[in-house]
């Protein structure tokens, strides 16, 4: 059985080191800065007007898909292009942040604290395996979580209100909220793959190339929506979502049987 009180204590260790390292924060901030406010206010200044579009190789395939298939129902044609854009078109990127931040705290668990010689001492204390991972995958997991939450909120409010003369009022929407769900789950697959890495590599950096794994679909995503080959809708999410589900359970368990606090200290 759990002893929370341990979890509770190694996890306020480690979020207290994440938010007194101010430059680790800052670059965290970048990409969510980036994605939900930064490129959203730029698309609606500079409108979608023809020369815009075309000057964009992806969006302009994009709005292709977005008019034959007359997604956006009853809206005009800018209308029915803002509506895709915002409601598909940045799903992926936003999907990008939780693995992002996670690349680099995750990877500053377990293998930062064999860099800094900090790591034996917390392995001989009396936390039993399951909640030393618990507690370190929980402190990767809630900054992730909230921060990406916090930029779909950000990005919500941007767009409804500088667009809703247009498009009216769009979000919060199911699909959405069905995002807000897979932000932990898919920031928890993750941290699970830099866990089960980490006793085996010997610097941060080599641990952050794990997430790759994940990366890669996302970023396939982007393309194939930029092509006009696939459209993130409902069903699709839903699918994605039972298939994280069930990976997130497996790989923890994988995780705590495959967790060897030996091969820890001999790396060291």
């Known amino acids: ?31 969510p800065v980036m994605f939900s406010i930064i490129l959203p206010v730029l698309i609606i200044s500079l409108g979608f007007n023809s020369g815009i579009v075309n000057s964009l190789s992806g969006l302009n395939a994009f709005t292709h ?21 915002f409601q598909y078109f940045f799903i992926p990127l936003f999907l990008l942040i939780p693995l992002l931040i996670d690349t680099v705290l995750a990877s500053t668990g377990f293998i930062g604290e064999k860099e800094k010689r900090t790591i034996e001492g917390l392995l001989y204390t009396p936390i039993t395996d399951s909640e030393l991972l618990l507690a370190k995958m929980l402190a990767s997991l809630l900054p992730s979580t909230t921060i990406s939450w916090i930029a779909i909120f950000i990005y919500w409010f941007i767009v409804d209100i500088k667009c809703h003369k247009i498009i009216g009022i769009i979000f919060p929407n199911t699909l959405w909220l069905l995002i807000i769900v897979m932000i932990p789950l ?10 089960i890495f980490s006793q085996y590599l010997k610097t941060s950096k080599s641990a952050q190339s794990v997430t790759g794994m994940l990366v890669f679909p996302i970023i396939a995503g982007v393309v194939s929506q930029s092509s006009g080959v696939l459209l ?15 990976l997130d359970v497996l790989f923890f368990y994988f995780s705590v049987m495959r967790f060897n606090r030996e091969r820890f200290l001999l790396k060291e």
């Open 1 to 31: 059985m759990l002893n929370y009180k341990r979890v509770k204590a190694v996890l306020k260790k480690d979020l207290l080191q994440t938010i007194n390292d101010k430059t680790m924060i800052i670059s965290l901030m970048i990409i």
């Open 65 to 85: 898909f977005v008019i034959k298939n007359n997604i956006g129902g009853n809206l005009n044609m800018e209308g029915k292009i803002i509506y895709s854009v």
């Open 186 to 195: 898919i920031s928890l697959l993750a941290i699970e793959l830099i866990t």
């Open 232 to 246: 993130i809708n409902k069903t699709f999410i839903l699918g994605i979502l039972s298939v994280l589900i069930i």
